[in-house]
């Protein structure tokens, strides 16, 4: 029982930069024992694994897509997770959704993650 909340998207053109927040709150053992990830979704195009991150240790995980412009973070003292997304592509336009998992390994896949946010837009013109 975990709720999740997005901010940060917006309208943005192609280079330019963009960071996502993910604030954690409800019934939350220990962020310590939290795998958290980012995943997105395009229009036509079904949910796909972006970046994830092991909260312990902060050990991380890219898609390939996205490995060396985005970076994934966390803020042990806020509960929050972060997604800095630098250089980006029309292609990168998507909801982009935040994910917890009361586990302490990251995984790829979608049925892995048990609570999900909203969303945020994330939309980037050429």
């Known amino acids: 029982q975990v709720q999740l909340a997005e901010s940060g998207g917006g309208l943005v053109q192609a280079g330019d930069s963009l960071r996502l927040s993910c604030a954690a709150s409800?019934?939350?053992?220990?962020?310590?024992?939290?795998?958290m990830a980012w995943f997105r979704q395009a229009p036509g195009k079904e949910r796909e694994f972006v970046a994830g991150?092991?909260?312990?240790?902060?050990?991380?995980v890219y898609a390939d897509s996205v490995k060396g412009r985005f970076t994934i973070s966390r803020d042990n003292t806020k509960d929050t997770v972060y997604l800095q997304m630098n250089s980006l592509k029309p292609e990168d336009t998507a909801v982009y959704y935040c994910a917890a998992r009361n586990n302490i390994a990251v995984l790829t896949t979608i049925s892995a993650y048990t609570d999900w946010g909203q969303g945020t837009q994330v939309t980037v013109s050429s």
């Open positions: 409800g019934r939350t053992q220990s962020t310590f024992g939290y795998a």
């Open positions: 991150l092991r909260w312990s240790t902060g050990r991380t």
